[in-house]
């Protein structure tokens, strides 16, 4: 019986590879057909469903989830997003690149990782209209500090309304600007390795810079979070090399023999890497 299911979800995930594949105008056409031949007449089950399985069968055939929007729904369900992030997500949505901002899982997530460490002292580079750095600073101590680096004046306009508003302003160091200088200034005034927390959410193409500043300015065992790593899922398509795209590859290259930090991908919103360092 339980074979049965399992044979089952097996040839599903197979066939939403390809149906993904075949959708996929960059993906090798040879490789497509194969995959169409080999499926066609096993396929027999929607290909909605959240099954997917690595190709390489060395990773024994195990079968992780792939969020449907239906399952998406159900996670955003089971999120315990405070009323003042709601308020903030709703404004934002009605705003140009709304699209920018965490998910309210990913939220979640930030703000857990702060509560884990206990953290006292957190960075965030791009912070639009303030939700994740919100989300960040509602779990702050009260004697704690959130530096909130962003270039953008109108979108801080309405993060800081939004940091009176939930009563953490006294939480929030904003520094307009470019982040770069923002995180230079810092290590230049001594402030190198006194941060627990830092979340990155700006311009792609800086990811490595950003990273080696936040390297110096968080401590040992302190977590750089890295978000947009899976970029849309163009950083596992060999055929797609905008700079972007390059930049992000690169960076997750890079990481993957950096022995200066723990790493974990995790695939939640467009993915993100926590990186603790050692
Ligand atoms: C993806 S959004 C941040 C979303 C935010 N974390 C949230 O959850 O709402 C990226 C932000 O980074 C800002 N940004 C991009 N490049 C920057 C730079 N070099 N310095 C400072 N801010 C920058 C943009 O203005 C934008 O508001």
Avoid at 83 to 110: C, F, H, N, W
Avoid at 112 to 139: D, F
Avoid at 141 to 146: H, N, Q, W
Avoid at 232 to 256: C, E, Q, Y
């Amino acid at each position: 019986m339980s074979t049965g299911l399992a044979l089952n979800r097996c040839s599903v995930s197979v066939c939403r590879t390809a149906v993904t594949l075949l959708n996929r105008p960059t993906v090798s056409v040879a490789r497509s057909l194969k995959f169409s031949r080999r499926l066609i007449g096993n396929c027999s089950i929607a290909p909605a469903d959240p099954y997917v399985v690595a190709d390489d069968d060395k990773y024994g055939n195990k079968q992780v989830i792939s969020l449907t929007p239906r399952l998406y729904d159900y996670v955003l369900s089971n999120v315990r997003e405070p009323k003042i992030l709601r308020q903030l997500r709703e404004e934002t949505s009605k705003m140009r690149g709304s699209q920018m901002q965490v998910s309210p899982d990913q939220a979640q997530l930030l703000a857990m990782l702060v509560q884990m460490l206990a953290a006292e002292r957190c960075i965030e580079v791009g912070v639009y209209t303030g939700y994740s750095s919100l989300a960040v600073a509602l779990v702050l101590p009260e004697s704690g500090c959130l530096v909130a680096c962003e270039r953008d004046s109108n979108s801080l306009e309405v993060a800081k309304r939004y940091y009176e508003l939930a009563g953490v302003s006294h939480k929030v160091n904003v520094k307009q600007g470019l982040a770069a200088e923002s995180l230079k200034s810092m290590i230049q005034n001594g402030e190198g390795a006194s941060y627990d927390f830092a979340f990155v959410d700006a311009d792609k193409r800086m990811y490595q810079d950003y990273f080696e500043l936040l390297l110096q300015l968080v401590r040992v065992g302190g977590v750089i979070v890295m978000d947009n790593v899976l970029w849309h899922g163009r950083v596992s398509d060999p055929m797609v090399n905008d700079a972007k795209t390059i930049s992000i590859r690169n960076f997750n290259k890079k990481l993957m023999d950096d022995k200066r930090v723990s790493i974990s991908m995790v695939p939640i919103g467009d993915g993100m890497t926590i990186c603790r360092k050692r």
